[in-house]
């Protein structure tokens, strides 16, 4: 059994922009970068749909985060948080009792 390549994404930027160029067929790339080329389609498909976030400002707030979303998080928060304190008031009332008898 053969151990997997794990290509570091600055190999795979690389790849993926001369596949990108097509100055060389995926055959051509393959055997030049040792990998096949169902992978190197890949790595270009996935280049060329996050060319977009190379050129997003920074700070800005992340597409597709919505309200409803907000407000789940926001329930589940107060939810976590309820039974945190909770458990600490509990956990408190029994070390209170360590030492009396039931």
Known sequence: ????????P????KVALEAIREEMSMAELSKKYGVHP???GT???AA???MATAFTRKGSAPEGV???????????????VVERDFLADASQQLLGMRGKKW
């Open 1 to 8: 059994m053969t151990k997997r390549k794990n290509h570091s």
């Open 10 to 13: 600055d190999f795979k930027a």
């Open 38 to 40: 169902t992978q190197i």
């Open 43 to 45: 790595w270009k498909r």
């Open 48 to 50: 060329i749909e996050n």
């Open 66 to 80: 919505s309200a409803v979303d907000v407000d789940k998080l926001h329930s589940k928060i107060g939810q976590l």
